[in-house]
């Protein structure tokens, strides 16, 4: 019946409010927002906002992200189409058509492959080397499935730091790590692991690296509230954090239950991670010592005069800036259709002895000042009760996506009695 | 009182094996409807003392290394676990069934064998579970050394494809839980599930079909007729069957 509750989810309302995305070029040229099914990009290098030359989408955003050489950009979401734009002229130079909503999306680190995840649990590749500079604008092309969760939606999907792996998370709290072969349209077969420990959905990967260990290690969050590390090429769990215990929420209340992670964002030296919490207003760091091969929480940054709660973050590896945006789509309340919040914690590097400077910057002393805010958000100042009102949309919408829905015996014989197939094969 | 007649009744009183009939189930399962049943979170917390008792004897201090290395998926009644409980008697195996009260007979079937033959039927056991998903859950990387797919249900129509236990992904699942030389083993009367099982498997670069002589000299092959109650039911109607049977192979370097 699985199949018929992401079917529900079609038609349900709280899922379709779509969380903020943002996305940091690698070397901070240029920054990039989702909301809905709005794609605003700024120009850093040039302080100017970015014209699109292109329709854009047509439904919520679900995943951007920026190639790790910076030359390509991809967004995609609940209308079924996979953007490639280059980065230079901002031009969509390919639409990838997919049968299914899209939830995530990862290009390869030599920036020639771009994966996407359809809502099945089904992995794409498109192979971009076929584009030049004369290839028109936008061509509709297909992606070759490669592999699948067996129908949960896959969550994040990401490159090992070395592209030999592509890496797979699911609403089923497994994470997948698998081969990702030379010729990657015959389909990636190799599992090399599966790293299992989470106890409800994943919902983000990232990686820790440094010299030392250049192949780096992976952590993930998830809705049981912890925050794992692990050595991915053996599927070992080497630490866990749980940060919903770890941190004196204040204004904790207990019916809350789990306090799901939402987004995480490592520092380039694999040193520091930044951990966006339902819930929490602000932001988590935890230290992350990997000659010990564990995490511990440095401090929590709080941003409370505005009840700012991330719902997604990012970083350029050449700068230590963590860019954070709360925001959500669909709101309708009054009069407030949308909310996009961005707010920049400067002091995202390294960690030293343990502690951390960190300050959340003012609004003009953010890369971009003001004309930056205008257009990532739409406007300079928002409302205060436009918050608390996301916040709450944010969740319900986390919830309905990725929390098993739990039905109730009665409530499951009566689901199964309206469904025809069963009814006809009933003696 | 009422308690133990019902127990009685639904066992045959001169085997004590359990009644057929007191275990009637729905004849199929959606594969992808959510699950009601507990999944051990990885392998390592699979519960073999529960599973195997005597074999992993609650008191003996040095904990058994020994781990499961047969899997029967969608095991329906049991019949093949219970012929290769006596013909590999130091292996463990494992029956993997999503319909509960099959899943319930099948246990109450082990027990009693154990019962009526001390020191036999201790290296069989069954989950309920749903092998498209859980998988990963239960067996580590290269564990198993045989993998069984017998008359599985055909999932006819085109868009119900993805409901067959045999896919191109998960044979990439299989692969990852078979060794190295570990043999996976289907069987279907039907002509069509027959053809697309051995298309999925001879197309995939981590299996090859074994030879016949090879399937000659395996004891199990001939088994996949006649141990199971399907089989044993296609049998009887004289209906033909088809087998695809592989062997899990190195990746070849990339
Ligand atoms: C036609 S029966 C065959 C049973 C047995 N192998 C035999 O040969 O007698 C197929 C069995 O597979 C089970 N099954 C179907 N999908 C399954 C799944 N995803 N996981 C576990 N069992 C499954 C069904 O409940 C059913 O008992």
Known sequence: MEDQNMDDGDQNRETEIAPAQIAVHPSQESVSVAVGSDLRVFN???????????????????????????????????????????????????????????????????????????????????????????????????????????????????????????????????????????????????????????????????????????????????????????????????????????????????????????????????????????????????????????????????????????????????????????????????????????????????????????????????????????????????????????????????????????????????????????????? | MGHESTVMSTHSKSTGLPRKRFYRARAHSNPLSDSHFPVPIAPSQFDYASHYPQIFGETVETSCQRKIEFADIGCGFGGLLISLATLFPETLMIGMELRDKVTEYVKERILALRTGNPGQYQNISVVRTNSMKYIPNYFEKGQLKKMFFLFPDPHFKEKNHRRRVISTYLLDEYAYALAVGGIIYTITDVEELGEWMKSCLESHPMFEALTSQELEDDPVVKLLTTATEEGQKVARNGGKTYQAIFRRIAQPAH
Request: net charge neutral; proline share 2%; hydrophobic share 40%.
């Open chain 1, 44 to 427: 850093l290098r040039e302080g100017l906002p970015v014209k699109l030359s292109d329709d854009g989408h047509s439904d919520s955003i679900r995943a951007i992200r920026y190639a790790a050489n910076g030359k390509l950009f991809v967004s995609a979401g609940d209308d079924k189409l996979v953007k490639i734009w280059a980065t230079d002229s901002w031009r969509c130079v390919y639409n990838v058509a997919s049968e299914k909503r899209v939830s995530a999306v990862a290009i390869s680190n030599d920036g020639l492959f771009v994966c996407f995840a359809d809502k099945f649990g089904v992995v794409y590749v498109v192979d971009t080397r076929a584009f030049t500079e004369e290839t028109p604008t936008s061509i509709i092309k297909k992606g070759v499935p490669i592999l699948s969760h067996y129908c949960s939606i896959i969550t994040s999907l990401e490159f090992s730091p070395d592209g030999r792996f592509i890496i797979t998370a699911d609403r089923d709290s497994k994470i997948r790590v698998t081969v990702f072969p030379q010729n990657s349209l015959n389909g990636a077969h190799e599992i090399q692991s599966f790293c299992l420990g989470h106890t409800e959905f994943v919902s983000c990967l990232a990686f820790v690296c440094n010299q030392e260990y250049p192949q780096g290690f992976l952590v993930s969050g998830s809705g049981d509230s912890t925050v794992r590390l692990w050595d991915f090429s053996s599927g070992s769990l080497l630490d866990t954090c749980d940060v919903g215990a770890e941190a004196a929420f204040a204004d904790r209340k207990e019916e809350e239950g789990l306090l799901p992670i939402t987004d995480l964002c490592t520092v380039q030296d694999g040193s520091l991670v930044a951990v966006a919490i339902q819930s929490l207003t602000g932001i988590m760091l935890l230290g992350c010592d990997l000659s010990k091969r564990n995490l511990s929480v440095v401090k929590v940054v709080s941003i409370a005069e505005e009840t700012y709660i991330p719902t997604s973050i990012g970083s350029a590896s050449t700068a230590e800036l963590l860019w954070m945006v709360m925001g959500a789509s669909s709101l309708n309340i009054s009069d407030i259709k949308s909310l996009v919040r961005i707010r920049v914690l400067s002091g995202f590097s390294k960690c030293n002895a343990a502690s951390v400077e960190t300050l959340v910057l003012e609004d003009k002393d953010t890369p971009g000042g003001e004309q930056m805010l205008q257009t990532l958000q739409g406007k300079l100042s928002v409302e205060k009760e436009a918050f608390s009102s996301a916040a709450e949309a944010v969740k319900n919408s986390m919830r309905n996506l990725l929390i098993k829905k739990q039905y109730s015996a009665e409530r499951r014989d009566f689901r199964k009695r309206g469904r025809n197939d069963i009814k006809n094969k009933a003696k």
